[in-house]
């Protein structure tokens, strides 16, 4: 008996090739009634400490400018929200010294990060790979991984796991400017929200 041909295969045969399409040339667009409001662009900085740091060239018109200099806490920031919106960025290795060697001042970081009314932790690995064997080091992935969820559940800490170095330079840069842009429109009596009905 001949077998059936399915037109549309189980999405557990599909393979992944992910392929990210390039960013926009704004990450998100405010309006009210329909029509677009003329906001302006934030200034990120970016922490002159930051080992491999994540340029922002890509997104120069994202941003009024880009500037390097020591931040109190963290990463990346936006000038004037310093002290409320805050990105730290790791990369695998960096995620793992932190969890183990650093474990003490990492943590107390982190709890400085969850008093902050926007922070964010970004780390420039898949989560596969935070939970696989890691070469040439003892580092338990079970405990990184749970070290993890404890940050967002204990702390309330937000993280976000990027595949690639470039990929996790586009969700720093739209965070930065998201943040930027709802606090703008809320101090400037528009409301937390980026269209009627929206968000």
């Given at each position: 008996?001949?077998?059936?041909?399915?037109?549309?295969?189980?999405?557990?045969?599909?393979?992944?090739?992910?392929?990210?399409?390039?960013?926009?040339?704004?990450?998100?667009?405010?309006?009210?009634?329909?029509?677009?409001?003329?906001?302006?662009?934030?200034?990120?900085?970016?922490?002159?400490?930051?080992?491999n740091?994540?340029?922002?060239?890509?997104?120069?018109?994202?941003?009024?400018?880009?500037?390097?200099r020591?931040?109190?806490?963290?990463?990346?920031?936006?000038?004037?929200?310093?002290?409320?919106?805050?990105?730290?960025?790791?990369?695998?290795?960096?995620?793992?010294?932190?969890?183990?060697?650093?474990?003490?001042?990492?943590?107390?970081?982190?709890?400085?990060?969850?008093?902050?009314?926007?922070?964010?932790?970004?780390?420039?690995?898949?989560?596969?790979?935070?939970?696989?064997?890691?070469?040439?080091?003892?580092?338990?992935?079970?405990?990184?991984?749970?070290?993890?969820?404890?940050?967002?559940?204990?702390?309330r800490?937000p993280?976000?796991?990027?595949?690639?170095?470039?990929?996790?330079?586009e969700?720093?840069?739209?965070?930065?400017?998201?943040?930027?842009?709802?606090?703008?429109?809320?101090?400037?009596?528009?409301?937390?929200?980026?269209?009627?009905?929206?968000?």
């Open positions: 008996m001949p077998r059936k041909r399915t037109l549309i295969p189980s999405p557990l045969a599909w393979s992944p090739r992910a392929t990210p399409v390039p960013p926009p040339p704004l990450p998100v667009l405010a309006e009210r009634g329909g029509t677009q409001l003329h906001t302006p662009l934030p200034v990120a900085i970016i922490d002159t400490r930051e080992q740091p994540l340029s922002f060239r890509r997104f120069k018109g994202w941003f009024a400018s880009i500037e390097h020591a931040l109190r806490l963290g990463d990346y920031s936006i000038s004037g929200m310093e002290d409320s919106c805050v990105v730290e960025r790791k990369d695998l290795a960096d995620l793992i010294q932190s969890f183990t060697t650093n474990r003490t001042v990492f943590i107390n970081r982190l709890r400085r990060l969850s008093d902050l009314p926007h922070s964010l932790l970004v780390i420039t690995a898949s989560l596969s790979e935070i939970k696989s064997e890691y070469p040439y080091r003892a580092a338990n992935p079970n405990r990184i991984t749970q070290s993890l969820i404890a940050v967002l559940a204990g702390l800490l993280f976000i796991c990027t595949e690639t170095h470039e990929l996790g330079e969700i720093v840069a739209s965070y930065l400017y998201q943040t930027f842009l709802y606090d703008w429109l809320e101090r400037n009596g528009h409301g937390r929200y980026l269209a009627d009905g929206d968000l």
